[in-house]
């Protein structure tokens, strides 16, 4: 008579766990497989390649329908064949979390990384505030500029009378455009996370040097760019080439932020003066160039829709 080989969860024995600064770091059960052949290796492989018995990287089985632990994957299987049944083996599974311990993973079972400090940048734009008199408060890109009325010799000043110009420009009134160093926020932000596929180079490829399309991270859109992506191994999933291949990397991500965003600026400048007149028209005499082009980051590490989250 042939048994049938067959798996299940031996939910009457101990589960154990372990926790790190109040956090599930691991998890361990067990699993029971019959019906194997002879007690050797063979029945060894036999009882890792059942369909019934979880792989790498899967999520550890639900409690009450509900995942208790999505920080968690399969990481370690270890089977044994019970003695006194020949045809039986009971493998442990262990759980583990992708960060190690102590790391709090954030949606999508990612961990995140960074720091924020100030860098400083020359810009001859700025964004003036106005309340009109409901107490509506507007934001508009205007242009620095600054003005000089020169003396016709009847201006004065706390010293006296200012001499008239020697220049011809006395009674006239000259504008200039001026430009200002300041310093704005400046974030480095790293994402590490599991992307499946068996190219990761392309994976990276696809999206090295992309700007966020949308708000993202606590920054606007077209504020955050892919300046890294670092990957390696994480593992096939199985022995069994009959089975479902799970190529998985683990992928890190290094995203940095500009508050004023990464689009270029073109601004046209007098041949003259060197540098921009006054009185510059948005999109003739200034224009913002997107250049980078942009993607969904929120789909950055979900397997279905890695791909589609890009957007020219």
Not at 51 to 68: A, H, R, T, Y
Not at 121 to 141: H, Q, W
Not at 159 to 175: L, Q
Request: charged share 20%.
């Amino acid at each position: 008579m042939v048994i049938a080989v067959v798996a299940k969860n031996l939910i009457q024995q101990p589960i154990s766990c372990r926790e790190v600064d109040g956090i599930i770091v691991e998890l361990r059960t067990q699993m029971m497989v019959e019906g194997l052949d002879a007690p050797d290796f063979n029945a060894l492989w036999q009882a890792l390649n059942n369909p019934n018995v979880p792989i790498q990287n899967d999520p550890p089985p639900k409690l009450g329908g509900v995942q208790k632990f999505p920080n968690l994957v399969l990481t370690e299987r270890i089977p044994a064949i019970v003695e006194s049944s020949p045809t039986k083996a009971r493998i442990d599974l262990v759980y583990t979390s992708l960060g190690g311990d102590g790391q709090r993973l954030q949606e999508g079972g990612t961990i995140g990384s960074g720091s924020v400090t100030l860098q400083q940048v020359t810009t001859e734009r700025y964004d003036a505030a106005s309340t009109d008199d409901s107490g509506n408060r507007t934001i508009t890109d205007t242009q620095i500029t600054v003005k000089h009325t020169f003396s016709d010799g009847t201006a004065t000043d706390d010293a006296g009378t200012i001499p008239k110009d020697e220049h011809g420009r006395g009674g006239k009134t000259i504008v200039q455009s001026g430009e200002i160093s300041a310093l704005v926020p400046n974030a480095s932000f790293n994402l590490t996370g599991l992307i499946q596929g068996d190219d990761p180079m392309a994976t990276s490829l696809r999206w090295i040097g992309r700007v966020n399309s949308e708000a993202w991270n606590g920054g606007a859109a077209r504020t955050w760019r892919i300046t890294n992506a670092g990957f390696e191994p994480h593992g096939i999933g199985n022995l069994d080439v009959s089975r479902e291949q799970k190529v998985w990397f683990r992928f890190t991500f290094t995203f940095e932020l500009k508050d004023v965003g990464w689009d270029s600026d073109v601004v046209f400048i007098d041949p003259h003066t060197g540098s921009p007149p006054r009185g510059l028209v948005k999109g003739e005499g200034f224009k913002t160039i997107p250049f980078p082009k942009e993607a969904a980051f929120k789909t950055l590490f979900n397997p279905s829709d890695n791909a589609a989250g890009e957007t020219e």
